[in-house]
C-alpha cells in the first residue's frame, strides 16, 4: 500500500476538512500544515507539523501531495512552488483568479509530470453524474440553451470576510465558479459572452465591495446559449442548473435537492447526492438559511455538511487513484485533471469580467489566445 503524504495550504474552513478528509484515507496521511491562523489545533489533530510558511510544506520531503486550500488570490504561489518541487497538487476552485495564473499552474503541473486537481465539487455530485450520462445519451436531445442561478440576499456582516472582496475572492462569479464550471462542461466551451451587474445594494459597513448581481449570458461553439446569474440581492434566492434539449429537459435543483428529467415519455427524479438522505439533510440547511444556501459560506472552525463531506473525501479519493494511475479517468471527469476545468472556467470568467468592466460583448479566444 503506497501512503500519500498531503501538505495542507490553509487550514479554514475547508483546508481543515480537507486535511481530515486527507488523514482518514486508506493510504492517506497529513505531513505539513501552514496557515497564518487555525494551524495549530489542526496539525495536533491530524498529527502533523507546523511548516513556517507555504513554502516549507510545497518543498518537504515527507509531502508526495500539497492541497491549496488559501483565499482565492493565494493559490497560484504555492501550486507553482509544489509543482515545481515535484508535488501533486489538488487546488480549491477557483484555481486561480486570472487566466495567465491558471495557465501557468497547469503548465508548471504537466512540465513537472505531477497531477494538477481543480477542486470542482459540483461534477462529483452523483446526480450530476448521472444527469450527464443521460445527456451523453441523448435522452434530451440536442442541448439548446442552459440556465444557471445561484442567488440569494446577504444582509450586513459583523465582520466582512474576504470572500466579500472582489481583489481577494473574484467576487460570485469566481467564487461560485462551480455553475459555470458544470455548464461548461456540459455545453461545450463558450465563444462569445457578456455580462451586465454591479452593486446595487450592498455599499458601505457589514458589505464588502464585489457585484450583488451578476447577469451573463454565453455563446457557446456549437450555437447553443446558456443564461447565469449570481448574486446577494436577490429576496427570493435560487439555486439551480437547467439543461433545455429539443427532447427534454434536466433539472439539477440545488436548493429543493434533487435532479428532475422532463421528456414526452414522462418525469423521472434522482437524488442529487448520494441518497434521497443527504437531499434532504441539504434541503433542510438551505431552508434554515434565511437568505438562501447559495449565498451562506462556511467560516473557520465550522465543519461542512454531510453531503459535502463525501463529495470531498470521493474527490480525494479520486485525486489518489488518478496519481497512481489505478483509474482510467470517467470521460466526463477527465477535464478536472487534465487542465481543462480549470482553464475554460477561468478563462471564460475572466472575458465575463471584461464584458462587464468594457460594456461590451468578449470572445474568450481574447482571453485565452
Ligand atoms: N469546493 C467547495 O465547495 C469550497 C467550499 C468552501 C471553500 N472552498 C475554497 O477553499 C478555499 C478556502 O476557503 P475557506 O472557506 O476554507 O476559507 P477560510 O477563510 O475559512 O480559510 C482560509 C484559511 O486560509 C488561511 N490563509 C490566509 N492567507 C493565507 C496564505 N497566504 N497562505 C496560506 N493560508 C492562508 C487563513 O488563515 C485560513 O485559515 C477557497 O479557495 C475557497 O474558495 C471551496
Redesign the pocket.
Known amino acids: 500500500m503506497n501512503l500519500m503524504r498531503y501538505g495542507i495550504?490553509?487550514?479554514?474552513?475547508?483546508?481543515?476538512?480537507?486535511a481530515r478528509v486527507a488523514a482518514a484515507l486508506p493510504e492517506g496521511a497529513v505531513t505539513r500544515v501552514?496557515?497564518?491562523?487555525?494551524?495549530i489545533p489542526l496539525a495536533q489533530e491530524v498529527g502533523a507539523q507546523v511548516a513556517a510558511?507555504?513554502l516549507e510544506v510545497c518543498i518537504a520531503d515527507d509531502v508526495e501531495a500539497v492541497i491549496?486550500?488559501?483565499?482565492?488570490d493565494?493559490?497560484v504561489?504555492?501550486a507553482l512552488a509544489a509543482a515545481a518541487a515535484g508535488k501533486h497538487v489538488f487546488?480549491?476552485?477557483?484555481v486561480a483568479l486570472s487566466y495567465a495564473d491558471a495557465a501557468s499552474m497547469v503548465g508548471a503541473a504537466r512540465t513537472a509530470g505531477v497531477t494538477f486537481m481543480a477542486?470542482?465539487?459540483?461534477q462529483f455530485m452523483h446526480g450530476v453524474r448521472e444527469a450527464r450520462r443521460r445527456i451523453a445519451d441523448g435522452e434530451i436531445g440536442r442541448l439548446l440553451v442552459a440556465q444557471a442561478a445561484r442567488t440569494g440576499w446577504e444582509p450586513p456582516a459583523e465582520q466582512v470576510?474576504?470572500?466579500k472582496m472582489r481583489e481577494r475572492?473574484g467576487g460570485h462569479l469566481f467564487?461560485h465558479i462551480?455553475e459555470l464550471d458544470l455548464v461548461l462542461a456540459v455545453m461545450g466551451a463558450a465563444e462569445r459572452v457578456v455580462m451586465s451587474g454591479g452593486n446595487l445594494a450592498h455599499r458601505g459597513a457589514g458589505h464588502g465591495d464585489e457585484d450583488d448581481v451578476l447577469l451573463a449570458v454565453l455563446e457557446h461553439e456549437d450555437g447553443s446559449r446558456s443564461q447565469l446569474q449570481w448574486g446577494s440581492a436577490y429576496r427570493w434566492p435560487e439555486h439551480h442548473v437547467t439543461f433545455q434539449g429539443t427532447l427534454g429537459a434536466i433539472r439539477v435543483d440545488l436548493q429543493d435537492v434533487g435532479v428532475t428529467m422532463r421528456t414526452e415519455r414522462g418525469t423521472t427524479t434522482w437524488p442529487l447526492h448520494s441518497s434521497w438522505a443527504e437531499d434532504a439533510e441539504r434541503r433542510e440547511e438551505y431552508a434554515a438559511a434565511s437568505g438562501g444556501g447559495g449565498v451562506t459560506?462556511?467560516?473557520?472552525?465550522?465543519r461542512?455538511p454531510g453531503w459535502?463531506r463525501r463529495?470531498?473525501r470521493e474527490e480525494l479519493e479520486w485525486f489518489e487513484d488518478v496519481v497512481a494511475g489505478r483509474l482510467e479517468p470517467e470521460r466526463a471527469l477527465a477535464g478536472l485533471t487534465d487542465g481543462q476545468a480549470a482553464l475554460t472556467s477561468i478563462a471564460t470568467a475572466e472575458a465575463l469580467t471584461i464584458s462587464l468592466a468594457e460594456d461590451r460583448k468578449v470572445s474568450t479566444a481574447e482571453v485565452s489566445g
Do not use: Q, R
Request: include cysteine.
Open positions: 495550504v490553509g487550514t479554514g474552513y475547508f483546508g481543515a476538512e480537507l501552514y496557515s497564518p491562523e487555525h494551524a510558511d507555504a491549496v486550500a488559501s483565499p482565492n493565494v493559490h504561489e504555492p487546488c480549491e476552485k477557483p477542486g470542482h465539487v459540483t470576510s474576504w470572500k475572492s467564487h462551480h459560506y462556511g467560516a473557520p472552525g465550522a461542512p459535502l463529495i470531498m
